[in-house]
């Protein structure tokens, strides 16, 4: 079975698209076989790894309303990984999921038929605690924070976890979180590494190594729709992704 890891933080700008797209890119590296969905109706994922949205006539809003399934709307990439991707129609989704039986089970039930053909699936949560994180969660094995070490960014923390606390209570008592992720981190300075300690010290969870840098070589690489492990290979944002892909094995 695959290891199902949602990356969910209600903050945006905490590069938790940056993290789906280059730690599935690193997996892929390392000879796993990764499939990144994008649960946002932003479908940041889906333009950052190269496919505009636009083009697109089904993405996984057909497939979580049940008309078409996982496998049908797949799109391969370019790094050998597999993406099922997301449009604009997703915003309407959770009204429609809303309607149906066991909604915070619609992911689960559609990435059934994929799991054998997987090593790892990646979910690319929205920064939102509404009903489509909740899917997220609901359908994967463990949790992982992106966390830019700043005092705003970290005030939510404690509302996401009680979001993780319920779903593992009510629909995935499985759910494991793995930890937070330090992003966009400069440890030069004080506040970021102040920041970082009172995490851990407050919500008692694991800070994951290394802390990914602060880099502008990060918002370059979607521009050309590729990762920054092939546009900026040697750069320290690109060695620290395929140092954690590396420790997650």
């Known amino acids: 079975m695959p290891r199902t890891m949602a990356v969910a933080n209600q903050k ?56 078409v399934r996982a496998r049908d709307v797949l799109v391969k990439l370019g790094d050998g990984a597999d993406l099922l991707p997301a449009t604009i129609e997703l915003a309407t989704a ?33 920064p939102t605690l509404g009903l489509l994180t909740v899917n997220g969660l609901s359908a994967a094995s463990e949790v992982l924070i992106p966390l830019q070490c700043e005092t705003l960014a970290h005030r939510g923390v404690g509302q996401l976890l009680d979001t993780i606390h319920d779903v593992q209570r009510l629909t995935n008592p499985g759910l494991h979180v793995l930890g937070v992720l330090p992003t966009l981190y400069d440890g030069r300075t004080t506040h970021a590494r102040a920041v970082l300690e009172t ?24 521009a050309i729709g590729e990762t920054i492990l092939s546009t900026a290979p040697a750069s320290p944002g690109a060695k620290a992704y395929r140092a954690l892909a590396g420790a997650l094995l």
Not at 35 to 63: H, K, N, R
Request: proline share 7%; hydrophobic share 40%; net charge negative.
């Open 199 to 222: 995490i851990a010290d407050t919500y008692s969870l694991e800070v994951l190594q290394p802390s990914i840098p602060k880099s502008i070589r990060f918002a370059e690489a979607p």
């Open 94 to 126: 959770e009204v429609r999921i809303a309607q149906e039986t066991s909604p915070e089970q619609m992911l689960r039930t559609a990435l059934r038929p994929l799991r054998a053909s997987y090593d790892w699936i990646i979910v690319d949560c929205p």
């Open 12 to 67: 945006g700008g905490v590069a938790k698209t940056t993290t789906v797209a280059t730690l599935g890119a690193a997996l892929t590296e390392l000879g796993q076989r990764v499939l990144l969905v994008d649960l946002d109706p932003q479908a940041c994922l889906t333009f950052s790894v190269g496919i505009d949205p636009e083009d697109l006539d089904t993405s996984i809003y057909q497939v979580l309303l049940g008309g």
